[in-house]
């Protein structure tokens, strides 16, 4: 099991990326996935994620309505589209592998599999 996380960079406040998390060794018709942050000095920060199967969508609301978690079926990967970001969005993103009976989507201890982090930089 491997989730590889790409897309992070350097922003203007406002400005949007899309970060995207290749899952490999197994379906994300089975698992769902979580897109966590993590700023030094704090704790990782759950975001955003994607249930296996419907595809159940959440959000905090430190995120909504500005974030997007979606999914490709057949490349496997899910993303994670970011507008309107600002300097408080700047961190380390990760996304990770839900265990089968997840309960607390932001609970880290509650997924098994990580991603290795892509930094996000929100700048003038």
């Known amino acids: 099991v491997q989730l590889q996380a790409s897309g992070g960079g350097l922003v203007q406040p406002g400005g949007s990326l899309r970060l995207s998390c290749a899952a490999s060794?197994?379906?994300?018709?089975?698992?769902?996935v979580g897109w966590f942050r993590q700023v030094p000095g704090k704790e990782r920060e759950g975001i955003s994620y994607?249930?296996?199967?419907?595809?159940?969508?959440y959000y905090t609301d430190s995120v909504k309505g500005r974030f997007t978690i979606s999914r490709d079926n057949i490349k496997n990967t899910v993303y994670l589209q970011m507008n309107n970001l600002q300097p408080d969005d700047t961190a380390v993103y990760y996304c990770?592998?839900?265990?089968?009976?997840?309960?607390?989507?932001?609970?880290?201890?509650?997924?098994?599999?990580w991603g290795q982090g892509t930094l996000v930089t929100v700048s003038s």
């Open positions: 060794g197994f379906s994300l018709d089975n698992y769902g």
């Open positions: 990770a592998r839900g265990i089968s009976l997840l309960v607390s989507l932001w609970d880290p201890h509650e997924y098994d599999h």
């Open positions: 994607l249930s296996g199967g419907g595809g159940n969508t």
